[in-house]
């Protein structure tokens, strides 16, 4: 060893500890730009419902992706939590629990009691065919079985739908053209049947395949019915029908986006107001676009995306000016209790929607489980169809059945006539 040297016998341990350092904090570089980037896009969604999408086009974009931006942020500021930088946890965990206000309108965790006595009910359901076609057992022990099966039924369904529950249907019918491109009026009207809403609201009605159902049209007599523009062959007509006596019908907006039936449940006439706004513009052959990720491989995607931007936009600003004319119905026209239901064509991070559902509560909100979607489209992301209830009265069951006559899915909520009033 020549002279001045000496033996330094850690530097070999040094060298993977610097590397991991640099690591760690390019990686601290790279999330402290995404939280920038998050808090931001976070703020912006805040702005989207009230802001007229006329003023500001490319706002409401945001809303469509609202839930993704708002878990990217509670993800990054849970990263820094575990980093123990609790200044930035803190600077994005401020706004994610201010968040959490709207983060019914998309994911509602289910009631625990409510799930039990569906399973019991599911059960008894279940129990009841087998032990009736049981041969093996004495009639008189089946007799005491079914019984109190039955009872039991009784008793579960008592709890869950109360006797003077109200049951709705909102469907956007895409025309009664199922997946496979024929008719799906007689799947339509099983669904109606199997569900018996007391109020049924259809969008985009086509009463040309209705009248080749058999069944549908066996439906629409068991219905008071209020048609709206089903001679108009430009126009998507809308239908309301209802079990309960129905007064006066009339259209808000032409041509009839928005219709409305006054009817009466028990002793209050309530306004049913049927709604399908003006549509985004998005093409079946651009959702196949999108969610196949041909753009990535596209050459002129740049001109497609764009034509989907201007699209969207322009339709948006259009469904705001009809908004704003129903909120001129809402707020000086329509009696004091009102259900407004149907397809909005926007998500609930929107002007559409924050004006639409003033003074009024979600459904789903109210009594939802899980995530719902109600277009089968976009990465299935979008709830877009909608009912709305008075404040004064209360959800009890909300349900979007898994069906497919159409590119939307059904609606069907179950409500107490009268909470307080």
């Not at 969604?45 to 409401?60: C, E, N, S, T």
């Not at 575990?82 to 289910?110: E, T, Y």
Request: net charge positive; glycine share 4%.
């Amino acid at each position: 060893m020549a002279k001045g040297e000496y033996y330094d016998g850690y530097g070999s341990r040094n060298a993977p500890k610097e590397r991991r350092g640099f690591l760690l904090w390019l990686l601290d570089s790279v999330m402290a730009v995404c939280s920038v980037i998050a808090l931001v896009l976070l703020v912006i969604v805040w702005l989207v419902p009230r802001i007229h999408p006329a003023y500001m086009w490319a706002l409401p974009m945001l809303g469509l992706i609202a839930p993704g931006i708002y878990l990217s942020t509670v993800i990054l500021a849970l990263y820094w939590v575990v980093r123990w930088r609790l200044k930035r946890a803190l600077v994005l965990g401020i706004p994610v629990l201010i968040g959490l206000f709207s983060v019914s309108l998309f994911w509602r965790s289910s009631s625990h009691r409510y799930e039990l006595l569906y399973q019991q009910l599911e059960q008894v359901e279940h129990d009841l065919p087998i032990v009736q076609a049981d041969t093996t057992l004495e009639e008189k022990v089946k007799n005491d079985q079914l019984y109190r099966l039955r009872r039991r039924r009784n008793v579960l369904r008592s709890n869950l739908y109360p006797k003077n529950s109200v049951k709705i249907l909102s469907y956007n019918l895409r025309s009664f053209y199922g997946d496979d491109g024929e008719s799906s009026a007689d799947g339509v009207a099983a669904l109606i049947d199997s569900l018996a809403p007391d109020i049924v609201c259809l969008q985009e009605f086509t009463m040309g395949l209705a009248e080749r159902s058999e069944r549908f049209q066996k439906m629409l007599k068991r219905y008071r019915q209020a048609s709206f523009g089903l001679d108009a062959a430009t126009a998507r007509p809308q239908m309301i029908l209802t079990t309960h006596k129905m007064i006066n019908s009339g259209v808000i907006l032409t041509p009839r986006s928005s219709v409305w039936a006054d009817i009466l449940l028990g002793q209050d006439t309530v306004r049913v107001i049927s709604t399908h706004l003006h549509s985004t513009g998005i093409t079946a052959l651009d959702n196949d676009y999108i969610t196949g990720y041909a753009y990535l491989s596209d050459t002129a995607r740049e001109a497609k995306i764009r034509s989907i931007m201007n699209r969207f936009s322009e339709n948006t600003i259009l469904r705001a000016d009809q908004v704003d004319s129903i909120r001129h119905h809402l707020d000086s026209l329509a009696p004091r209790l009102r259900i407004i239901c149907g397809d909005f064509n926007d998500t609930p991070i929107s002007y559409t929607y924050r004006e639409m559902a003033r003074n009024m509560q979600d459904a789903f909100s109210a009594c939802g489980s899980g995530y719902s979607y109600t277009f089968r489209g976009f990465f299935n992301m979008l709830r877009i169809d909608y009912v709305l209830l008075p404040e004064s009265f209360e959800a009890i069951n909300y349900e979007v059945p898994e069906v497919n006559w159409s590119d939307h899915l059904p609606v069907f909520v179950r409500f107490q006539k009268q909470k307080l009033l």
